[in-house]
């Protein structure tokens, strides 16, 4: 060891020992309790994590036959014994560092009422003057009641500041034009939020309490949590810092932890092990939320095969085990601020990331010591929505009040009952768009109930199987208790909402709200004790009100049962706010609303995919950029939308700029060497011509794009000399001749020569754009693809791991490889018409097929899915080409249905329609529930039918799509 070297200095000269010693990759972890230091010390913290030493003095290792020990008081003042302060020193610092924290009290930043005013009573008057505006004058009684027992409750908890702050920085965002959502969370169950137009949810309208949102029997602070554009969420904060002071408003560190396959990986690479083989023992983990490795384990016998046969992959598991959920990494939250009263360094250690100044205490931990925090979250929903309205206003002059809408519009809910939701928040997945053509909404209250259903837990209960039996047959609707019909109504006699639950114990049992809510978490808790006291608690409160003891028994357990799925309806009606507001710019500005989505996706390859195969199934073509028509993103044009100009690579902002700038000032381009000529040829060069060219953005002109790539060196030779001419003086703007200043010859040679082939034109927009947009490859096998498929690219999440698929498309990539033997496979990039997905075809497919699988060629592929990993992927088994299908291909029809949602009368139509077009093929059906297992209805012994494009149609009207397949 160098003794030259300061002492910060030395312990890392030791770190890096120790580190090279053991084997460790400085590059390759980290860990967030010496994140500010340097990153040498980190990972020597790594080392005594493995070990065993103590993490909080790495630089105290001393390695002795095969240990690491912790360096005596002698043998430390023996290092430093030039320097004996530096001992003597930690000792000090040691005795400095004394904090005490007091969990009881607040730290909540003040606002400033104008003067003369408390902020109580600037509190009162603001909800006072905008409830009265938003009620359209004077407050009704039952409003005005509810308005003074809030404002009583949050001035008596101390959170009067606290509301005053978050409508401050909101008013700011409305102010400046910044979206802002209706509302999330429990907050939206406070009138005084609604009053202060923090939300825009009417809570006694909806049925909202404000007690779920702050119970005077549970002092914690507010929880306020605000959806912004996404675009502008940081003008907000800005203001926050202005308003408050920079030394006083922080974001808010988030650790990311070594979860069970990330710590594989990690260990696998510092142990040596080849990435192949830590990512094929990493890929054995189940794709399951938090699931450790000793579940892991558990779950999956080829991982327990794997630890027993090999000794290395035991040792890789057994480490991983004991670094698994420490800390890997820190970063940004996406979304935490916290606001404080003094500078934030008197409260809580900061730390600088990502060039954002962060505190060191993570989310949990600053509410815990009384700071304030808040969620400023980004949604892009909202940007969305703040488009479309902008494009209507422009195209329309229509100034449309998105939250203003009318609730009951029929068009909307006639859409939505047709399971027509792609692009509609929170509902355009694949089983929610089923779940709606069951449903078939028709209020709002039904799209709250939607947002409610459509999780793991009412849809593997059988939940949601009763509320849409019980929607469309009231027979079915039975109360236990009269008493119950008031709070129950509305879901169709399901306990759906955690409001009900509250409302249900207020009413039978005679528990304040407040109670109400307290009973809630207990059961959400499940302690045994706990559970005892409150069953009792309203058990005896209903017989004090004349409810039966059997009676109130099985309410309680009806309660104790469906607590476990219940929903926070604030939560559900505020976002069903949101997923009605895009279904109506949908149902009556469908063009204006999916220019807008694909210009939120631009940087989306496959969402981008999907919304124009969406855009033509509503009749709407997605033009080609154009350098008369397009700007810099999506735009309207008539009933169709054009491509953005910086959708094409190689094109800048610079560029883009020049065009439109020309456009605007002198009017359209008349021909391909008058754009030439009038475009500023140092950003608009040679590579961006050819790539307009190429991808279609001159087409209008009815020239090949062959003919513009053999006239493009002339046509910029010819506006080269004429901007040189212009800036050297010898043509001034009025004497060029030619409209804008620009001379441009219409006769000038057009070479005869034929357009390239279809194929050639497609390879280049795809290239240029991302997408093919004038023709597709596939089009023409589009039937093929839907009767034969089974999977397209977008669907492949829905199918369990080891699932069979078929699923057809473009070869996009390629990518061969030799194995351990030295035989050949492949990894093939695979695209269909809604986006694309990997496909691995190991070598004894490969030789078999290995001359169909060439860039662009059109093949179709059986396989299995591997879904071990978080992106699904396809084990091919046999791959043909894609004409071939049908002859190879037609055995049986396979028909799947959702058993969520049915009814028993839709089995009657699809036996009415099978009966229809009786033939040879066997028809298949089967019943698929939400956990993925299938139940078999009929294996093609009873019903047969003679294939047509009559018989898919009619299926799929009924059934929605990729519900019927020709399977081999």
């Not at 400046?176 to 999330?184: E, T």
């Not at 309490?209 to 949590?225: H, V």
């Not at 953005?697 to 046509?715: G, I, N, P, V, Y």
């Not at 004038?774 to 039937?783: E, F, G, Q, R, V």
Request: net charge neutral; proline share 4%.
């Amino acid at each position: 060891m160098d003794h030259g070297l300061d002492p910060e200095k030395r312990v890392i000269a030791e770190s890096c020992r120790l580190a090279k010693e053991f084997k460790i990759d400085l590059a390759a972890t980290n860990d967030v309790h010496y994140i500010h230091q340097n990153e040498a010390m980190a990972h020597d913290a790594l080392i005594c994590i493995g070990t065993g030493a103590k993490l909080e003095e790495p630089n105290r290792l001393r390695y002795h036959g095969d240990q690491y020990y912790l360096k005596s008081a002698e043998e430390m003042n023996h290092l430093f014994r030039e320097i004996p302060d530096a001992i003597r020193n930690t000792v000090l610092i040691a005795n400095r560092c004394n904090i005490e924290f007091d969990f009881k009290k607040l730290y909540l930043p003040q606002f400033r009422p104008p003067e003369g005013k408390t902020q109580e009573q600037y509190l009162r008057e603001l909800c006072q003057e905008q409830l009265k505006a938003r009620m359209g004058g004077a407050i009704p009684e039952d409003y005005q009641k509810r308005l003074e027992m809030e404002t009583t409750l949050i001035a008596k908890m101390g959170y009067v500041s606290y509301f005053l702050i978050v409508w401050d920085f909101i008013r700011f965002s409305k102010d400046k034009g910044i979206p802002v959502g209706p509302g999330r969370g429990s907050a939206a169950g406070s009138l005084v939020s609604y009053a202060l137009h923090i939300t825009d949810i009417d809570p006694l309208k909806n049925h909202l309490y404000f007690e779920r949102f702050l119970n005077p029997e549970r002092i914690s602070m507010p929880d306020i949590d605000i959806d912004f554009c996404y675009e502008r969420r940081d003008e907000v904060i800005d203001y926050v810092k202005r308003k408050y002071g920079t030394d006083k408003v922080a974001q808010i560190i988030t650790f990311g932890t070594m979860k069970a396959k990330a710590v594989i990986r990690d260990v696998g690479r510092v142990a040596g092990l080849s990435y192949g083989e830590a990512d094929t023992i990493a890929k054995l983990i189940p794709n399951e939320l938090n699931i450790t490795i000793d579940q892991a384990i558990e779950k999956e016998p080829a991982l327990k095969e794997q630890i027993a046969k090999d000794s290395r992959i035991a040792k890789l598991i057994e480490t991983a085990k004991a670094l698994e959920g420490l800390s890997r990494h820190a970063s940004v939250h996406a979304a935490g601020v916290v606001i404080s009263d003094v500078p934030l360094t008197d409260r809580v250690p900061l730390f600088k990331a990502e060039d954002q100044i962060c505190t060191q205490f993570a989310m949990k931990d600053l509410e815990k010591i009384g700071l304030l925090k808040m969620d400023f979250l980004g949604l892009k929903t909202l940007t969305v929505i703040n488009q479309a309205v902008k494009i209507i206003r422009k195209m329309h002059d229509v100034a449309l009040d998105i939250h203003n809408l009318p609730e009951d519009d029929p068009e909307t809910y006639e859409m939505l009952a047709r399971g027509d939701a792609f692009g509609v928040f929170q509902l355009e997945s694949s089983g929610m768009r089923d779940l709606l053509k069951k449903m078939k909404p028709s209020k709002f209250d039904h799209l709250v109930a939607l947002l409610a259903l459509y999780r793991p837990g009412p849809l593997g209960s059988g939940m949601v199987d009763n509320f849409v039996e019980r929607m469309h047959d009231p027979k079915l609707i039975k109360y236990d208790h009269p008493g119950l019909e008031p709070s129950l109504k509305e879901t169709y006699g399901v306990i759906l909402y955690q409001e009900q639950v509250m409302r249900i114990v207020s009413d039978l049992a005679g528990f304040t709200l407040a109670q109400a809510d307290s009973l809630r978490r207990a059961i959400g808790k499940k302690i045994p004790e706990v559970m005892a006291k409150e069953k009792k608690a309203f058990i005896d409160g209903a017989m004090k009100r004349g409810v039966k003891e059997k009676v109130a028994e099985k309410i309680w357990d009806q309660i104790d049962y469906f607590s476990g799925y219940g929903f926070n309806k604030s939560h559900s009606t505020a976002y069903a706010a949101v997923s009605y507001q895009t279904a109506y710019l949908k149902a009556h500005y469908p063009v204006e609303f999916m220019t807008a989505l694909l210009t939120s996706e631009m940087g989306n390859t496959d969402k981008v995919v999907q919304y124009i195969d969406a855009s033509k199934k509503m009749g709407i073509e997605v033009l080609p950029p154009s350098v008369n028509e397009s700007f810099k993103e999506f735009t309207c044009v008539g009933k169709n939308i054009r491509f953005g100009l910086a959708a094409i690579k190689n094109v800048g902002a610079t560029a883009i700029e020049s065009v439109i700038a020309s456009r605007t000032q002198n009017g359209s381009f008349k021909n391909f060497f008058e754009f030439v000529q009038r475009v500023d040829l140092r950003v608009c060069n040679r590579k961006v011509l050819e790539s307009m060219i190429k991808c279609g953005a001159f087409d209008e002109w009815k020239l090949h794009r062959s003919q513009l790539m053999a006239m493009l060196d002339t046509a910029i030779e010819m506006g080269s000399n004429l901007q040189k001419d212009r800036n050297r003086g010898q043509m001034s703007f009025f004497e060029s001749g030619g409209e804008g200043g620009a001379f441009h010859d219409e006769n000038a040679a057009i070479p005869d020569i034929p357009e390239w082939p279809e194929g050639q034109r497609l390879a280049f927009e795809r290239e240029l754009l991302g997408f093919y947009v004038s023709s597709h490859p596939l089009s023409k096998y589009a039937k093929i693809l839907k009767n034969y498929a089974s999977a397209t690219s977008d669907t492949l999440s829905d199918f369990n791991h080891q699932a069979e698929v078929t699923m057809g498309g473009v070869v996009d990539q390629l990518k061969e490889i030799l194995t351990k033997k030295g035989d050949k496979m492949a990894f093939v990039t695979l695209q269909d018409l809604l986006g694309s997905c990997e496909v691995i075809v190991f070598q004894n497919v490969y030789k078999e097929v290995s001359n169909l699988i060439q860039k662009d060629r059109l093949i179709f592929v059986r396989g299995k899915i591997d879904a071990r990993d978080d992106t699904p992927k396809i084990l091919a088994d046999e791959i043909v080409p894609l004409g071939e299908v049908p002859r190879r291909f037609t055995k049986l029809v396979a028909i799947s249905l959702k058993t969520a949602g049915l009814v028993p009368d839709t089995l009657k139509e699809v036996r009415r329609i099978l009966m229809k077009h009786k033939g040879a093929v066997p028809v298949y059906i089967s019943l698929m529930d939400p956990k993925g297992r299938r139940t078999v209805l009929d294996s093609g012994e009873n019903l047969k039918v003679e294939t047509s494009d009559a018989l898919f149609e009619e299926l799929e009207h009924l059934l929605g799509e990729n519900s019927v397949k020709i399977r081999s």
